[in-house]
């Protein structure tokens, strides 16, 4: 079972960016699909982005243009670079696995190892 932690949340400014960065416990390309997810308070989880095993990347159209998904497969981290953040990018972020090794779905495949999140705020 992969390891999964998230670091790089913090408050930031409207308009401001900021890099999450995902280290797993073990080689990860080949093998999964990865993900990032968020949820805000008194909502429910939504896919944010995902890349699976040749690069290839999905994205929620919240944050089309704006965040990048990408990995190192050498170090075994994922990251999220988030730009032109808004106040509505609030949320606790998410890593995930999926031993799909390709891209189903951010509600379907198979999301069976989590971190324990990383909190972003976003202030107007």
């Known amino acids: 079972q992969v390891q999964l932690v998230e670091s790089g949340g913090g408050s930031v400014q409207s308009g401001g960016s900021r890099r999450l960065s995902c280290a797993a416990s073990i080689y990860t390309h080949r093998r999964y699909c990865m993900g990032w997810f968020r949820q805000a308070p008194g909502k429910e989880r939504e896919g944010v982005a995902a890349?699976?095993?040749?690069?290839?990347?999905s994205y929620a159209h919240s944050v089309l243009g704006r965040f990048t998904i990408s990995r190192d497969n050498a170090q075994n981290t994922l990251y999220l670079q988030m730009n032109s953040l808004k106040p509505e990018d609030t949320a606790m972020y998410y890593c995930a696995a999926d031993s799909s090794r390709f891209f189903q779905g951010f509600y379907g495949g198979t999301w069976s190892a989590w971190g324990q999140g990383t909190q972003v705020t976003v202030s107007s």
């Open positions: 890349i699976d095993i040749d690069g290839d990347t």
